[in-house]
């Protein structure tokens, strides 16, 4: 990630990962969103149809994102040990020492 998606997606893998308890894998896979400026909103297409149509009854301007936008890669320790995560976005991997 980088530019302003940066921010924006690091307090969304974020929010997976506490809020929702999402497994390392599945907070980097999650279908992201980009506020673009205003009330205009980039959704990736794996964001559903109910959404669009709640975010546009609130009053948001929806884009596609085409392609899908950020990358992450994480290493975690958990309880049970450590876990990392690649995200499918981009060509990269995960490691630690």
């Known amino acids: 990630m980088g530019g302003a998606m940066q921010p924006q997606g690091h307090a969304q893998l974020l929010i997976n990962l ?3 308890g999402m497994e390392p894998q599945a907070a980097v ?4 969103f980009y506020h ?3 009330r205009s909103v980039a959704l990736e297409p794996a964001i559903g149809a ?3 149509r709640a975010l546009a009854a609130l009053g948001h301007e ?3 994102s085409e392609p899908a936008f950020g990358g992450a890669q994480l290493v975690m320790k958990l309880a049970r040990g450590w876990a990392a995560a690649s995200d499918p976005r981009k060509d990269g991997h995960a490691a630690g020492h």
């Open 18 to 20: 506490i809020d929702f």
């Open 29 to 32: 896979d999650a279908a992201r």
């Open 36 to 38: 673009l400026s205003g």
């Open 50 to 52: 109910d959404t669009r």
């Open 62 to 64: 929806i884009s596609d």
